[in-house]
């Protein structure tokens, strides 16, 4: 029955297959089915011609289905021709190199200036060609006691020897130059000069491209020809490789076979009644095991579903009784498209099935106990089942690792958070339309989806970095935005939010690091509840009090304490300021800090949660430190922003130029977009108390195309720059203090046995 169970699995493309790792007495991993290394042989051929004639696998079969019938006679003329013309094109290209390094060696003799003919071929002359130092090898050959006489003849570094040996001597050039600088030249067998002998070359050259522009016709004709057919055999022997290797998976005996695997709770029946149909009571299907969901979405168990007794009974429902349970919201989704669906794993026997299983010694996982039957870790697939405008951020994901069945999806959270914190970093209108313009073209310029994803991620930087460009009121690092927009077209004195470069607004680069912080409160908190709800599905909340509330506890506890006025005189004033009203209150929301009883109430709970790091995890508590450190990591988010927006300040002070001017709330910088004004004259009612910079555009022609250098590459260092420092800063906090809160990214894809087919029909 193996053949039939195996092409009806494959057929329905469900069964992700568990390998049989030996444990079970009695059997052994299956053999392959006869055929396999042929198959495997066939396929192996199969791809090599698609790589000599560089057929692309997406090239578009529009000629419908390709016909594979007598498959291994086609493929054996294919096989010849292809070869052929290649052998043919090798030895062209061999032939070329080998004409080219010739060509390059006869440089040295083309300069020297004398035939090839009289460089060689004496009967009582010895002869060198080579470069070096003529007068080391003279001095050398002055040495020699064995030469008679001697001449040399040198052009540029290029020197040839002629020696008579003394008598009764023979072979004495190449000895006597031993010690000498000199690198000897192999003069080729030709009675021609040397440009005459490089001309012959040439043609020669000429002759063998053509004749490899010929075979690349015949190659491409072949690529024309074949393509199709290359592609379907492909396929089809990656099929039949499939089918025929699929056994060394399996649990065998001499009587029967055992092949275990996951597929979605709902298509069980389709597989049991397909295999059913195809080879009746000779296999039973049992599903063994459901991975289950609670009623917040969790995987909240794992329960065997088989019967009770060997070959007795029908799968048990699900924990409500259902069959089926509640779709996990996680991100995780089960493994289809129904969205009430989960997954099982199942197992098939060949042979009789009662007596099989009597047979291999092997029980039942039952509720009081019994032999474990599972093949492997028991660990189900994974299919990550997220919306469209997110899934392409399952590349930075699957960067540390695929979920497991039990994890949290964070793509979610990484779609929200990091455009959010590299749009924040750089927040300016043309930068992020670069990075736009940038992910966008990679999006739609490549077929990989590597790129695509990655191009995605990119567009969504760039978007995010167009919005906070906006509510800067920035654009290349000029106000433009703030004086058109915000001013001119809205009515506002200023853009909503503000970098804090100038001395006026400097109150805001003080709130950034006060957010910044508060934001690291808020994703740690994130994390560590995620770690808290996964604790509790699997342990318990006792454990998850310890384990991950401890952690929660002291977090919160600790940035509580801080932010109170409890031991007020030690504590910066910006905590206490940012958020208060009147001056130096970027957000003016009243908050001057919370009271000291809530400090003590903050510090007792830090207190508490290192305490229950020493009931619980107690190595963990050398930690302890990250509730302050993983959250002041967060500041970076601050120090990089202020130090791009720094950098193009810069890059445009020395272009456009700078002037202050005295202003009721301090000095205000502005940059010298039209004439530079002069000091202490009037600047919309304001005077100019000093000049930053004069600027190269306001210096002549000279320094005005200057300047165009300077803006330009300086904005491309700042662009390249905010790539490589915000995104890497982002994703460092996204790897580094989120993940390693909650995530392992241990899980593995769901891969069915089957194969979706594009050139072949299963007919």
Same mark, same amino acid.
């Given at each position: 029955?193996?053949?039939?169970?195996?092409?009806?699995?494959?057929?329905?493309?469900?069964?992700?297959?568990?390998?049989?790792?030996?444990?079970?007495?009695?059997?052994? +991993?299956?053999?392959?089915?006869?055929?396999?290394?042929?198959?495997?042989?066939?396929?192996?051929?199969?791809?090599?011609?698609?790589?000599?004639?560089?057929?692309?696998?997406?090239?578009?079969?529009?000629?419908?289905?390709?016909?594979?019938?007598?498959?291994?006679?086609?493929?054996?003329?294919?096989?010849?021709?292809?070869?052929?013309?290649?052998?043919?094109?090798?030895?062209? !290209?061999?032939?070329?190199?080998?004409?080219?390094? !010739?060509?390059?060696?006869?440089?040295?003799?083309?300069?020297?200036?004398?035939?090839?003919?009289?460089?060689?071929?004496?009967?009582?002359?010895?002869?060198?060609?080579?470069?070096?130092?003529?007068?080391?090898?003279?001095?050398?050959?002055?040495?020699?006691?064995?030469?008679?006489?001697?001449?040399?003849?040198?052009?540029?570094?290029?020197?040839?020897?002629?020696?008579?040996?003394? %008598?009764?001597?023979?072979?004495?050039?190449?000895?006597?130059?031993?010690?000498?600088?000199?690198?000897?030249?192999?003069?080729?067998?030709?009675?021609?000069?040397?440009?005459?002998?490089?001309?012959?070359?040439?043609?020669?050259?000429?002759?063998?491209?053509?004749?490899?522009?010929?075979?690349?016709?015949?190659?491409?004709?072949?690529?024309?020809?074949?393509?199709?057919?290359?592609?379907?055999?492909?396929?089809?022997?990656?099929?039949?490789?499939?089918?025929?290797?699929?056994?060394?998976? *399996?649990?065998?005996?001499?009587?029967?076979?055992?092949?275990?695997?996951?597929?979605? =709770?709902?298509?069980?029946?389709?597989?049991?009644?397909?295999?059913?149909?195809?080879?009746?009571?000779?296999?039973?299907?049992?599903?063994?095991?459901?991975?289950? @969901?609670?009623?917040?979405?969790?995987?909240?168990?794992?329960?065997?579903?088989?019967?009770?007794?060997?070959?007795?009974?029908?799968?048990?429902?699900?924990?409500?009784?259902?069959?089926?349970?509640?779709?996990?919201?996680?991100?995780?989704?089960?493994?289809?498209?129904?969205?009430?669906?989960?997954?099982?794993?199942?197992?098939?026997?060949?042979?009789?099935?009662?007596?099989?299983?009597?047979? &291999?010694?092997?029980?039942?996982?039952?509720?009081?106990?019994?032999?474990?039957?599972?093949?492997?870790?028991?660990?189900?697939?994974?299919?990550?089942?997220?919306?469209?405008?997110?899934?392409?951020?399952?590349?930075?994901?699957?960067?540390?690792?695929?979920?497991?069945?039990?994890?949290?999806?964070?793509?979610?959270?990484?779609?929200?958070?990091?455009?959010?914190?590299?749009?924040?970093?750089?927040?300016?209108?043309?930068?992020?339309?670069? @990075?736009?313009?940038?992910?966008?073209?990679?999006?739609?310029?490549?077929?990989?989806? =590597?790129?695509?994803? *990655?191009?995605?991620?990119?567009?969504?930087?760039?978007?995010?970095?167009?919005?906070?460009?906006?509510?800067?009121?920035?654009?290349?690092?000029?106000?433009?935005?703030?004086?058109?927009?915000?001013?001119?077209?809205?009515?506002?004195?200023?853009?909503?939010?503000?970098?804090?470069?100038?001395?006026?607004?400097?109150?805001?680069?003080?709130?950034?690091?006060?957010? =910044?912080?508060?934001?690291?409160?808020?994703?740690?908190?994130?994390?560590?509840?995620?770690?808290?709800?996964?604790?509790?599905?699997?342990?318990?909340?006792?454990?998850?009090?310890?384990? =991950?509330? &401890?952690?929660?506890?002291?977090?919160?506890?600790?940035?509580?304490?801080?932010?109170?006025?409890?031991?007020?005189?030690?504590?910066?004033?910006?905590?206490?300021?940012?958020?208060?009203?009147?001056?130096?209150?970027?957000?003016?929301?009243?908050?001057?800090?919370? +009271?000291?009883?809530?400090?003590?109430?903050?510090?007792?709970?830090?207190?508490?949660? %290192?305490?229950?790091?020493?009931?619980?995890?107690?190595?963990?508590?050398?930690?302890?430190?990250?509730?302050?450190?993983?959250?002041? &990591?967060?500041?970076?988010?601050?120090?990089?922003?202020?130090?791009?927006?720094?950098?193009?300040? %810069?890059?445009?002070?020395?272009?456009?130029?700078?002037?202050?001017?005295?202003?009721?709330?301090?000095?205000?910088?502005? *940059?010298?977009?039209?004439?530079?004004?002069?000091?202490?004259?009037? @600047?919309?009612?304001?005077?100019?108390?000093?000049?930053?910079?004069?600027?190269?555009?306001?210096?002549?022609?000279?320094?005005?195309?200057?300047?165009?250098?300077?803006?330009?590459?300086?904005?491309?260092?700042?662009?390249?720059?905010?790539?490589?420092?915000?995104?890497?800063?982002?994703?460092?906090?996204?790897?580094?203090?989120?993940?390693?809160?909650?995530?392992?990214?241990?899980?593995?894809?769901?891969?069915?046995?089957?194969?979706?087919?594009?050139?072949?029909?299963?007919?």
């Amino acid at each position: 029955m193996l053949d039939d169970v195996i092409e009806t699995t494959h057929d329905l493309n469900l069964l992700h297959v568990t390998d049989y790792d030996g444990a079970w007495e009695g059997f052994e +991993p299956g053999d392959p089915i006869a055929g396999a290394d042929a198959a495997a042989e066939r396929l192996v051929t199969v791809r090599s011609l698609e790589s000599i004639l560089d057929i692309d696998g997406d090239r578009d079969n529009s000629g419908g289905r390709v016909d594979t019938d007598n498959l291994a006679d086609r493929l054996e003329r294919v096989r010849e021709a292809v070869n052929d013309c290649d052998d043919r094109r090798d030895d062209l !290209r061999d032939e070329r190199r080998t004409l080219d390094e !010739r060509a390059s060696a006869m440089a040295p003799l083309e300069t020297l200036g004398i035939d090839l003919d009289l460089l060689s071929g004496y009967d009582s002359l010895e002869t060198s060609v080579g470069q070096g130092d003529e007068q080391a090898v003279r001095a050398a050959l002055d040495a020699a006691e064995d030469i008679e006489r001697y001449e040399t003849f040198a052009e540029d570094g290029v020197i040839a020897v002629f020696a008579r040996p003394a %008598a009764g001597s023979s072979d004495v050039l190449e000895d006597a130059l031993v010690g000498a600088e000199f690198a000897a030249i192999e003069v080729p067998d030709a009675e021609e000069s040397p440009t005459a002998y490089l001309d012959d070359l040439d043609d020669r050259r000429a002759e063998l491209d053509r004749e490899t522009e010929s075979v690349e016709a015949e190659l491409d004709e072949l690529r024309e020809e074949h393509g199709d057919f290359l592609l379907a055999a492909e396929e089809q022997l990656t099929i039949e490789v499939e089918k025929r290797e699929i056994p060394l998976a *399996f649990a065998t005996t001499n009587n029967a076979f055992v092949a275990e695997g996951w597929l979605p =709770t709902e298509q069980f029946v389709d597989l049991a009644e397909s295999l059913q149909a195809s080879v009746g009571e000779h296999c039973e299907v049992e599903e063994l095991e459901r991975a289950a @969901y609670d009623s917040s979405g969790q995987v909240a168990d794992r329960e065997p579903t088989g019967p009770t007794e060997p070959g007795v009974g029908e799968p048990e429902t699900a924990a409500d009784g259902s069959g089926n349970a509640d779709e996990q919201s996680s991100g995780l989704q089960p493994l289809d498209d129904d969205s009430e669906s989960d997954d099982s794993r199942l197992e098939a026997d060949g042979g009789e099935p009662s007596e099989a299983r009597r047979s &291999s010694s092997v029980e039942r996982s039952e509720s009081d106990g019994g032999t474990e039957t599972r093949m492997g870790n028991g660990e189900p697939p994974v299919v990550q089942k997220n919306p469209k405008g997110v899934r392409p951020f399952e590349l930075l994901t699957k960067a540390v690792g695929r979920p497991s069945y039990a994890e949290f999806d964070p793509t979610i959270i990484l779609f929200l958070t990091f455009p959010l914190m590299f749009g924040f970093m750089i927040g300016d209108v043309g930068y992020g339309l670069i @990075y736009s313009g940038i992910g966008y073209w990679m999006y739609t310029g490549f077929d990989s989806d =590597t790129f695509q994803r *990655f191009g995605a991620v990119a567009l969504a930087a760039g978007i995010s970095t167009v919005v906070f460009g906006v509510l800067y009121g920035e654009i290349f690092g000029l106000h433009l935005v703030s004086t058109y927009l915000w001013e001119g077209v809205v009515g506002l004195s200023h853009a909503p939010i503000e970098k804090g470069l100038s001395p006026a607004t400097s109150y805001w680069a003080r709130t950034w690091f006060v957010v =910044t912080a508060l934001f690291g409160v808020l994703h740690l908190n994130l994390a560590w509840t995620f770690e808290f709800i996964e604790e509790y599905t699997f342990h318990g909340f006792a454990d998850a009090l310890k384990e =991950t509330g &401890s952690w929660l506890l002291a977090l919160n506890g600790l940035w509580v304490f801080i932010f109170s006025r409890l031991f007020d005189g030690s504590k910066p004033d910006l905590l206490f300021e940012v958020f208060a009203s009147g001056e130096g209150a970027a957000f003016e929301l009243g908050f001057t800090g919370f +009271p000291s009883w809530v400090g003590i109430v903050g510090g007792v709970a830090f207190l508490v949660g %290192a305490g229950l790091l020493v009931a619980g995890p107690t190595h963990e508590l050398v930690e302890i430190h990250q509730v302050l450190a993983h959250v002041l &990591s967060y500041l970076r988010i601050a120090a990089v922003l202020l130090a791009k927006a720094g950098m193009a300040f %810069a890059v445009n002070l020395l272009f456009f130029g700078v002037y202050a001017t005295e202003s009721e709330s301090g000095a205000e910088w502005h *940059f010298a977009l039209g004439k530079m004004p002069e000091l202490n004259s009037m @600047y919309h009612g304001h005077e100019v108390i000093e000049i930053l910079g004069p600027g190269l555009i306001h210096q002549g022609p000279l320094f005005v195309a200057l300047g165009v250098l300077v803006l330009i590459v300086g904005h491309l260092v700042v662009l390249l720059l905010g790539i490589t420092s915000a995104g890497i800063q982002s994703i460092r906090l996204e790897y580094f203090e989120f993940f390693t809160k909650f995530y392992e990214g241990s899980g593995t894809t769901y891969k069915p046995f089957g194969y979706a087919r594009r050139f072949t029909t299963d007919e």
